[in-house]
Nanobody
C-alpha cells in the first residue's frame, strides 16, 4: 500500500507563491510517476503537473511557466512550487501516485485559495 499526505496549502494574495508537498510512504517502490491535480468548486478535477521516476515533467498549459513540480527521492516527497498565483488557481490540490500495478493512489487534498 501507498499513502500520500499533502501539506502547504493556504490563503495567498494574487501574485504570491506557495509550495505544496506530498509525502509518500508504504510501498513506494511501486510508484512510477506522481502528479498534482486540482479541483475547483463546480469543476472537474484537472491534471496540473506530472513527474516520472526518471524526472520527466509535464504541465497543463494554464500553469506552464508558473508552476514547477519536483521530487526529493531521499525524502519520498514531491513538491509543487506555484508562483504568480491568480484567482483562477483557487482549488483543492490533490497528490496522485501512479502505481506499476495500474492503480492510482490519492492524497486527501489541500486547499489553495488565492484572493484578489
Amino acid at each position: 500500500q501507498v499513502q500520500l499526505v499533502e501539506s502547504g496549502g493556504g490563503l495567498v494574495q494574487a501574485g504570491g507563491s506557495l509550495r505544496l508537498s506530498c509525502a509518500a510512504s508504504g510501498s513506494i517502490f511501486s510508484i512510477y510517476a506522481m502528479a498534482w491535480y486540482r479541483q475547483a468548486p463546480g469543476k472537474q478535477r484537472e491534471l496540473v503537473a506530472t513527474i516520472t521516476d526518471g524526472g520527466s515533467t509535464n504541465y497543463a498549459d494554464s500553469v506552464k511557466g508558473r508552476f514547477t513540480i519536483s521530487r526529493d527521492n531521499a525524502k519520498n516527497t514531491v513538491f509543487l512550487r506555484m508562483n504568480s498565483l491568480n484567482v483562477g488557481d483557487t482549488a483543492v490540490y490533490y497528490c496522485n501516485a501512479g502505481l506499476i500495478t495500474g492503480y492510482d493512489v490519492w492524497g486527501q487534498g489541500t486547499q489553495v485559495t488565492v484572493s484578489s
